[in-house]
Nanobody, 114 residues
Framework: QVQLVESGGGLVQPGGSLRVSCAAS????????MGWFRQAPGKQRELVAS???????NYANSVQGRFTISRDNAKNTVYLQMDSLKPEDTAVYYC????????WGQGTLVTVSS
């Protein structure tokens, strides 16, 4: 099974930017769609953005125009660039590899606060 490790979370002020990364082990990364999810305290986990193996992207309405998902297949890494951050973006962010054997990372905390 593919292992996913997120990094890059932290504390940022409203209006600021942050980029989180997800590094994957294994050779199947480039053939699978990837996604970023988030879970705020007391709320269900929700899909934030996804990217297919060919680079087609999709975003939740709440982050459209502010967040950008990308992938580097040579580095087995998917990124989420987050701009114009809002306090309501505070959550643990998880990456997911889609497919017959889906995998999740352990999550990285993003806190947006002044």
């Amino acid at each position: 099974q593919v292992q996913l490790v997120e990094s890059g979370g932290g504390l940022v002020q409203p209006g600021g930017s942050l980029r989180v990364s997800c590094a994957a082990s294994g050779s199947i990364f480039s053939r699978n769609a990837m996604g970023w999810f988030r879970q705020a305290p007391g709320k269900q986990r929700e899909l934030v953005a996804s990217i297919t193996s060919r680079g087609t992207t999709n975003y939740a309405n709440s982050v459209q125009g502010r967040f950008t998902i990308s992938r580097d297949n040579a580095k087995n890494t998917v990124y989420l660039q987050m701009d114009s951050l809002k306090p309501e973006d505070t959550a643990v962010y998880y990456c997911k590899l889609f497919g017959p054997l889906p995998s999740w990372g352990q999550g990285t905390l993003v806190t947006v606060s002044s």
